[in-house]
């Protein structure tokens, strides 16, 4: 079967076009919002939203090494899954938790 690139495969009505671009659009996310939502890279103005901190908070922080940040050329940026890791080692557990563990580590002995 010989197939020319401008030959058409299948014929839809407008109707159905326009039903099978609704499904699409659906199905496949753009790829701006989800270039957005994949961003590790983060400037400090976009890190201090992320953080709900200031600006100023964060060069503060910066400064007394409380926050990890790479500095290029001038410019600080920060990584989101670096800050999620930050962020991690500052939770605090529920006494449940805590209970959970003594009892797991007291069954170990």
């Given at each position: ?11 839809l009505?407008?109707?159905?076009y ?13 790829a701006?919002?989800?270039a957005e ?10 890190a ?14 910066n400064?007394?090494?409380?926050i ?13 899954s ?28």
């Open positions: 079967m010989n197939l020319k690139n401008d030959q058409p495969l299948y014929s009505t407008v109707g159905e326009i039903e099978l671009h609704q499904s699409l659009l659906n199905v496949i996310p753009s701006n919002s989800a939502k994949e961003k590790d890279l983060l400037t400090i103005s976009e201090a939203t992320y953080l709900d901190l200031a600006v100023s908070t964060l060069y503060a922080m400064s007394r090494r409380q990890p940040f790479s500095k290029v050329l001038g410019k600080v940026y920060y990584r989101r670096v800050l999620d890791a930050w962020l991690a080692t500052g939770e605090r557990k529920t006494t449940a938790q805590l209970r959970a563990e003594t009892r797991k580590g007291g069954n170990d002995l």
